[in-house]
């Protein structure tokens, strides 16, 4: 746009330009005796005036759209280092979920689906929050509700919002489920 903008003022200048030309040869044949003035050595002096500027308007045009095009390579740069950080972060979030869901899969999962859910609930009272989460995770929801209900209700609140978080993909890494 802008470099178009620049071309128009050039073609303006040049016409303006001629104008000049053919006023100050108005008013030169005014102040002088009559002189013919002949309309092709006129052309001749537009036409050459227009030549001489039209590398530098080029010139003009190519640097602005040369700007043009940096900036958007910033921009394009910038928006892939977004990306990057935001897949690096899914990744580690990924991660941390695969690992938690793994910590239920070590066996612990069968020991507590043989149990009452009383015996379960004062059990997984006395665990990690997150690897009882886990476990009650892996478990079926019948058993697991049971457990729950049997559980002291702040743990299992706060076992319900790290079960939920965990099957949230749009929980992020900065979003700890302890």
Same mark, same amino acid.
């Given at each position: 746009?802008?470099?178009?903008? #620049?071309?128009?003022?050039?073609?303006?200048?040049?016409?303006?330009?001629?104008?000049?030309?053919?006023?100050?040869?108005?008013?030169?044949?005014?102040?002088?005796?009559?002189?013919?003035? *002949?309309?092709?050595?006129?052309?001749?002096?537009?036409?050459?005036?227009?030549?001489?500027?039209? *590398?530098?308007?080029? @010139?003009?045009?190519?640097?602005?759209?040369?700007?043009?095009?940096?900036?958007?390579?910033?921009?394009? *740069?910038?928006? #892939?280092?977004?990306?990057?950080?935001? +897949?690096?972060?899914?990744? *580690?979030?990924?991660?941390?979920?695969?690992?938690?869901?793994?910590?239920?899969?070590?066996?612990?999962? @069968?020991?507590?689906?043989?149990?009452?859910?009383?015996?379960?609930?004062?059990?997984?009272? @006395?665990? +990690?929050?997150?690897?009882?989460?886990?476990?009650?995770?892996?478990?079926?929801?019948?058993?697991?509700?049971?457990?729950?209900?049997?559980? @002291?209700?702040?743990?299992?609140?706060?076992?319900?919002? #790290?079960?939920?978080?965990?099957?949230?993909?749009?929980?992020?890494?900065?979003?700890?489920?302890?």
């Amino acid at each position: 746009m802008i470099s178009i903008a #620049i071309a128009g003022r050039m073609s303006l200048t040049c016409v303006l330009a001629a104008s000049a030309v053919l006023v100050s040869f108005g008013l030169a044949a005014a102040q002088q005796a009559p002189k013919p003035v *002949d309309p092709a050595s006129s052309q001749d002096e537009i036409r050459q005036f227009c030549t001489n500027i039209a *590398d530098p308007a080029r @010139d003009q045009r190519y640097l602005l759209q040369k700007q043009d095009l940096e900036q958007l390579r910033a921009d394009v *740069d910038q928006r #892939i280092a977004t990306m990057d950080k935001r +897949k690096a972060e899914y990744e *580690d979030w990924l991660k941390r979920r695969n690992e938690f869901l793994k910590t239920a899969d070590l066996g612990l999962v @069968d020991i507590y689906k043989n149990m009452k859910p009383d015996a379960a609930a004062a059990s997984l009272n @006395d665990v +990690k929050i997150t690897v009882a989460a886990a476990i009650i995770m892996k478990l079926s929801a019948r058993q697991s509700s049971l457990i729950l209900a049997e559980m @002291d209700a702040k743990k299992a609140a706060v076992i319900t919002n #790290i079960i939920a978080s965990a099957s949230d993909p749009n929980t992020s890494k900065s979003k700890d489920p302890s």
